[in-house]
């Protein structure tokens, strides 16, 4: 599986996986948004077909003031190619990125307290923490955890 940086071409494919996966959907102009303001932060994982398996849609928050922060606004891998290793890697190059690009001293996101295998990602895998919860954030009324990676941990 071929992990890259997303270009224009792949917005569609990467909007169709969020549509599969995910109940959190954004117009194409927010996928738009991200690839032309932060064309470094979201990557795309292909398999040898050329289909979009897997994603990041990554930004830098433009509310920030003191520091410089990333932001995770969505990744998924479809289902048949998960527990390969994909997610791990998105994340990486996104949080390489981040750091070494636009000068990140952490990344937050944001995940609904019972998805237990992203959780899993972001704690086990990446070493974020839960820095906050936040209440009814989902539509659907589900409590959202904030969760903070900084950057001197390892990337
Ligand atoms: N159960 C428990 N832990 C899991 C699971 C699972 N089902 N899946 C992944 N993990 C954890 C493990 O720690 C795993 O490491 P290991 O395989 O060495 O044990 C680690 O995550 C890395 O796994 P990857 O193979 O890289 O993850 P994958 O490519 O399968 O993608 C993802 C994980 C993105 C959460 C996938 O399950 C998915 O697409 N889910 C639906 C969409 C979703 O929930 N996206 C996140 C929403 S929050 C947001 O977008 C900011």
């Given at each position: 599986m071929d992990i890259r940086q997303a270009t224009v071409d792949d917005l569609l494919g990467m909007q169709n996986a969020n549509i599969l996966n995910l109940p959190e959907n954004y117009t194409f102009k927010y996928y738009l948004y991200h690839a032309l303001t932060w064309p470094e932060l979201s990557y795309v994982a292909v398999s040898p077909?050329?289909?979009?398996?897997g994603y990041i849609l990554a930004k830098m928050d433009e509310e920030a003031v003191d520091t410089p922060s990333g932001h995770v606004t969505s990744i998924s891998v479809l289902r048949p190619y998960r527990r390969l290793g994909l997610a791990n890697k998105l994340m990486r190059q996104s949080q390489k990125s981040m750091a070494t690009l636009y000068n990140a001293a952490h990344i937050t996101l944001h995940v609904r307290k019972s998805n237990r295998a992203a959780i899993s990602l972001y704690?086990?895998?990446?070493?974020?923490?839960?820095t906050g919860v936040e209440k009814g954030?989902?539509?659907?009324g589900e409590d959202a955890y904030q969760m903070t990676l900084k950057f001197e941990k390892e990337v």
């Open positions: 077909k050329g289909e979009i398996v704690r086990d895998s990446l070493g974020f923490e839960v954030y989902y539509a659907d």
